[in-house]
C-alpha cells in the first residue's frame, strides 16, 4: 500500500488554467506539507498542516490555497497557472512535529507540472 | 532567516572511490537530517542526528553531527553505481521552519 500518494502524477496545462493537485495519506500522520522542487533541484516547503490546521505558510503566491479537509488528506490548488509554476510539487507527512519535534517525513511520488 | 548550505554541488566519482558531502547551516539547529533522492524519485528519510558529536552508521554511509550543531556531514565508503542521487541534509533551529539544504548531487562512473 502506497503511504503518501498523489495524484496526478503527470499535469500539462495552458496559462492561466486552475488545477487541483491531491494528496492522501495512510500513515495516521497529524503533519502534512507541500514542497516545490524546481528544475535545479531546490525543495522549498510552501505549506504545512497539522490536524486540518496551518501552521506553515511560507511566501507563496497567494494563488496556491491549500486546503485539508481531514487530516489524511491536504491537496493544492492552483488559481491562474503561470510558466514559473512548472516544477514538481511533493507532498510528504509526517509525526506531529510540535509534540515529537521534528520527525522523518514520508514524501509522495510527486506531480510534475508543466505549463505551457 | 535560517540557510542551509551544502557543498559540493556536484560530485562524480568512480565506482569504489569514497564520497562525502558536506552541510552547514548558518544557526544552530535542533537536529539534522538526511534524505537520498534517486534520479525521478522522491527524497526518502535516511537518518536523524540529534546530539551534538553525534555520529551514526548505516552499513556503508557514516553521519555526523557538528560539536556545535552547525554542520553534518555524510561520507559513503566504497560507492556503488545504487547510490547515485542527490543527497539533501535538512534542519530547523529550534522551532524555525524546517529548511532542506540544496543537496549534492552524486554520479558514481562503473
Known amino acids: 500500500d502506497t503511504a503518501v500518494s498523489q495524484t496526478p502524477k503527470y499535469l500539462v496545462t495552458q496559462m492561466g488554467n486552475d488545477k487541483s493537485i491531491k494528496c492522501e495519506q495512510n500513515?495516521?500522520?497529524?503533519?502534512m506539507y507541500w514542497y516545490k522542487q524546481d528544475s535545479k533541484k531546490f525543495l522549498k516547503i510552501m505549506f504545512s498542516?497539522?490536524?486540518?490546521?496551518?501552521?506553515i505558510n511560507e511566501t507563496v503566491p497567494n494563488r496556491f490555497s491549500p486546503k485539508s479537509p481531514d487530516k489524511a488528506h491536504l491537496n493544492l490548488h492552483i488559481n491562474s497557472l503561470e510558466l514559473g509554476d512548472s516544477a514538481v510539487y511533493f507532498c510528504a507527512s509526517s509525526q506531529d512535529y510540535r509534540v515529537y519535534g521534528n520527525q522523518p517525513q514520508h514524501f509522495g511520488d510527486g506531480t510534475r507540472l508543466s505549463i505551457l | 532567516g535560517q540557510q542551509v548550505m551544502q557543498i559540493p554541488q556536484y560530485q562524480h566519482v568512480q565506482e569504489g572511490e569514497d564520497f562525502t558531502t558536506y552541510c552547514n547551516s548558518s544557526t544552530t539547529l535542533s537536529n539534522i537530517q538526511w534524505y537520498k533522492q534517486r534520479p525521478g524519485g522522491h527524497p526518502v528519510f535516511l537518518i536523524q542526528l540529534v546530539k551534538s558529536g553525534e555520529v551514526k552508521k548505516q552499513k556503508r554511509l557514516t553521519f555526523q553531527f557538528g560539536e556545535a550543531k552547525k554542520n553534518s556531514s555524510l561520507h559513503i565508503t566504497a560507492t556503488q553505481t545504487t547510490d547515485v542521487g542527490t543527497y539533501f541534509c535538512a534542519g530547523d533551529n529550534y522551532g524555525q521552519n524546517f529548511v532542506f539544504g540544496p543537496g549534492t548531487r552524486l554520479s558514481v562512473l562503473p
Open positions: 500513515l495516521g500522520h497529524d503533519t
Open positions: 498542516y497539522n490536524n486540518k490546521e496551518l501552521i
